[in-house]
């Protein structure tokens, strides 16, 4: 039976942070991500819960702080109505901001044609791209009207959990196909930092990391045939050309897969080579497909159930 | 009219009014706007995809013109036309528009203030005489249009404008115009205008 893994974001010096990451290879977590800037670091990790304590200790004499973090691994799609000034920078990478904050591994997706009321409208190419993550949250405005009545066209084709965000107060069964709505974070104009905005963000993340844990519940039923943070460790020792991708998450997890950052045509055979200690080859365990996103690798990871002879 | 004393926003959804004020107030902020408007309503019907907004301006500043913030003499010696220009925030445009009379390399500026042209006196001066250096109606004018689309929802791209001795009114939906929208918005107007008209 594997650990439970509990995911941990530890922000912190620099200075002697590799001992963290020492102690985390011994005790058997995994890290997700590592972000340094000047002589500040971010960890963000899954460390086995009941050896949580010792690396709370270790942090604490690295005068560093280490969160809970209950989004960490996921992906999370915000999607604005467009990229015009009306919905960015505020409040849709308000949103993103704050869900990295919890640990989550965000994009912003600005629909080409999001906006208005009935001329709005999305792209089979956009509901796909869509498709491939996690959560998707919808950034919306200050209308009651809109978001009931015009915006909900813009979840048909999505398959994966939709937030919704908007400006009033509105009971989730009123919107058609969402999953969630919440209100208070609607059209701005400027940064959210007043108390009701940051308050409005934190239930944001409460209920996205809610979405987020019935969708792991799922899995746990069937679980996957390897844990995603697993293989994410195995495509850095045996595909080591991804140590050398630039991007801040090479490898974006996500609940049930993960998207690698290397061309599909140059390296998805050696990603469906990966050998395990089982002996049996990632390929057999997974489906990779060519990613919406650039020409990057999509691995979507079988469940148990599906993959009889691992 | 002092700056703002009229700020109304009015939306079918009564509570939705104050989130769409503070958008405004937001942009009003970023473009600096808040001492060159003087009244200010505007009325959205999201179920008629609608947005009006009527505005009355302050009396602007005057157009600078370029006779009055400057000196000229003749230097003999050198054969060129001596500009002492007293105004220095307007010196670039003031050089943009000798440059474009008298050609780049007649044109040369050896001190902040100063500019040389190389040209007989009488012609920079019947030039001078007639030149608007600057003109802060126009850039309001710009800036006005900047903000409307700006504070309008986005996808509502059929605009109607228009802007008559600071009275600015502008109508906009993402379906066709029509007239009763734009006699509408003419109503507010004369609303806003009150006991001023």
Redesign the interface.
């Known amino acids: 039976m594997a650990a439970v893994l509990e995911p941990y974001i530890y922000e912190g010096g620099i200075h002697k942070h590799s001992l963290i990451l020492e102690l985390l290879e011994d005790l058997g977590g995994y890290l997700v991500q590592k972000t340094s800037a000047s002589t500040e670091v971010t960890l963000v990790m899954l460390i086995p819960k009941k050896d949580v304590h010792l690396v709370e200790d270790l942090c604490k004499k690295l005068l560093g702080k280490l969160t809970s973090a209950p989004l960490t691994g996921t992906e999370v799609a915000v999607v604005s109505p467009t990229l015009a000034s009306h919905h960015l920078p505020h409040s849709a990478c308000d949103i993103a901001e704050y869900l990295r904050r919890g640990g989550a591994n965000t994009n912003m997706i600005g629909l080409a044609r999001g906006m208005g009321r009935r001329v709005a409208l999305s792209a089979d190419y956009e509901r796909r791209l869509i498709n491939e993550h996690d959560v998707a949250v919808f950034s919306f405005g200050t209308f009651k009207d809109c978001i009931i009545n015009k915006k909900p066209k813009l979840f048909e084709g999505i398959e994966i959990p939709i937030v919704v965000t908007g400006g009033p107060n509105i009971r989730t069964e009123e919107i058609s196909g969402a999953d969630i709505y919440v209100g208070g974070i609607g059209r701005i104009a400027h940064r959210m930092r007043k108390g009701s905005e940051l308050d409005a963000m934190d239930v944001l993340n409460e209920k996205v990391g809610e979405i987020v844990n019935l969708k792991r519940e799922n899995i746990a039923k069937d679980p996957l045939a390897v844990l995603p943070a697993r293989l994410m460790k195995e495509v850095q020792e045996q595909v080591p050309d991804i140590l050398n991708v630039l991007t801040p998450a090479p490898i974006t997890l996500q609940l049930d897969g993960m998207r690698i950052k290397l061309p599909y045509d140059r390296y998805h055979e050696a990603v469906g080579n990966i050998e395990f200690d089982e002996g049996f080859l990632l390929s057999d365990a997974a489906n990779i497909l060519p990613s919406k996103m650039k020409d990057y690798i999509l691995v979507k990871i079988k469940r148990r159930s599906e993959v009889v002879n691992i | 009219m002092e700056p703002l004393e009229i700020f109304t926003v009015e939306?079918?959804?009564p509570?939705?009014a104050a989130?769409?004020e503070?958008?405004l107030k937001?942009?009003i902020s970023?473009l600096a706007f808040s001492r060159t408007i003087g009244r200010i309503k505007v009325r959205?019907r999201?179920?008629d995809?609608l947005f009006m907004m009527v505005i009355l301006l302050r009396r602007g500043l005057p157009p600078i013109k370029a006779g009055e913030i400057s000196d000229t003499e003749f230097d003999r010696e050198h054969a060129k036309v001596v500009i002492t220009v007293r105004d220095e925030k307007t010196i670039p445009q003031f050089l943009d528009r000798l440059w474009e009379q008298f050609g780049r390399q007649n044109v040369i500026q050896p001190e902040r203030n100063i500019i040389e042209v190389a040209s007989d006196l009488e012609t920079v001066d019947k030039f001078i005489a007639e030149l608007i250096v600057d003109d802060p109606e126009k850039t309001i004018r710009e800036r006005l249009a900047d903000m409307a689309i700006?504070a309008t929802?986005?996808?509502?791209?059929i605009r109607y404008h228009s802007l008559d001795s600071g009275k600015f009114v502008f109508v906009a939906s993402?379906?066709t115009m029509q007239q009763d929208w734009i006699d509408e918005a003419n109503v507010m107007l004369k609303e806003l205008e009150g006991d001023d008209s």
């Open positions: 939306t079918t959804e509570s939705e989130a769409y503070s958008i937001d942009i970023e959205i999201p179920e995809s700006r929802p986005e996808g509502f791209r993402e379906d």
